[in-house]
Each structure stands twice: as structure tokens, then as C-alpha cells.
């Protein structure tokens, strides 16, 4: 009896220390830094080859213009074989993004960001920069990128000049 009169009031005890605990209210940041935290996230995802992490921040149905020169890629699956066949390539890599510009406008929003990436590719190092725009739509409580535009920037150097064969001289 004793043992259930001590349950009853430590169950009672427990209640009321719940009702006395405040919830914290979830804190949701910005559409903007959300969006800006996402593109983070994806980038790691992309960076270690993890497929699932980097599908959750894909629309199955993402539109992809890659910085190689191919047609858009059209749907999660056509993008994830090009990237699967691309990592098969890679050795380490980093990839560091800067100067990223976020616009929001209601459910639908563009970020552009530039990127410089360095890593080994086929056993030899290999390093690129350039820039990405990507259209995202919010789809529930998530944004998803629905198209992704991505082009690496070719320094152009000034060419080497050619020299000119020697002109005979005509004779006087």
C-alpha cells in the first residue's frame, strides 16, 4: 500500500513538474539564412558523396545544367548517375563557396554563390572556380532545389604569338 501511495504522488510530483516546465517555441531562422544553411549542408553532402543527405536537398524532379557541356539534366536520377560517375573520378575534394546572394519571394526563392574547388582528379590534382544559381521552392517546412545551374569560369590568356616564317628578301 505504501509503495503505491508513493507511486501515485511521485506520478502527481512528475505531472505538475511537467505543467511547471515551459516549452521552448521552435525558433526558425530567416528564409534567407535557412535557405543559406541548406545550400551548406548540401555542399557538405556533395563533398563526401553522401547520395541520401544531398537527395533530401534535391527535388525529384530538379532540373540540372552542369558546368560540363552536356543538355540539362532532367530528374533526381538522370543528376545522381552524373554525379556518381563523376565522383568515381575524385580523390579528396574541397569545395569553398563565397559571395552567396539569397532572394526570397514567397514560396519560391534563388540563391547564386561562387565556388572555387579543389581536389584529385584521375590521381592528379586538379582545381576550378565558378558560380551557381539555384531555384529553390519550399515544400512543406523545406526548401528543395528545383534547378540547378552551375558553370565553371575559363581564364582566357592572351595566345602566344606565332612567329612568322622568315620573308626571303627579293633580289635587287
Request: glycine share 6%; aromatic share 8%; with cysteine.
Amino acid at each position: 500500500m505504501l509503495l503505491a501511495a508513493e507511486a501515485a504522488w511521485s506520478g502527481q510530483h512528475k505531472a505538475k513538474d511537467k505543467k511547471d516546465e515551459k516549452v521552448a517555441p521552435e525558433i526558425r531562422l530567416p528564409d534567407a539564412d535557412e535557405i543559406d544553411r541548406e545550400i551548406s549542408e548540401m555542399l557538405g553532402a556533395w563533398q563526401v558523396g553522401d547520395v541520401n543527405l544531398l537527395h533530401s536537398h534535391y527535388a525529384d524532379t530538379v532540373t540540372v545544367v552542369s558546368g560540363a557541356y552536356e543538355p540539362p539534366l532532367v530528374g533526381w536520377q538522370k543528376y545522381l548517375a552524373a554525379y556518381q560517375r563523376q565522383r568515381e573520378r575524385l580523390g579528396p575534394v574541397r569545395l569553398d563557396r563565397r559571395n552567396t546572394f539569397v532572394s526570397v519571394k514567397g514560396d519560391v526563392a534563388w540563391a547564386a554563390y561562387q565556388w572555387e574547388f579543389v581536389a584529385t582528379v584521375d590521381g592528379r590534382p586538379a582545381s576550378a572556380h565558378g558560380q551557381t544559381t539555384l531555384i529553390l521552392e519550399r515544400r512543406g517546412d523545406r526548401w528543395l532545389i528545383v534547378h540547378n545551374h552551375t558553370s565553371e569560369i575559363c581564364e582566357l590568356k592572351n595566345p602566344e604569338p606565332v612567329p612568322r616564317p622568315a620573308q626571303p628578301k627579293p633580289n635587287p
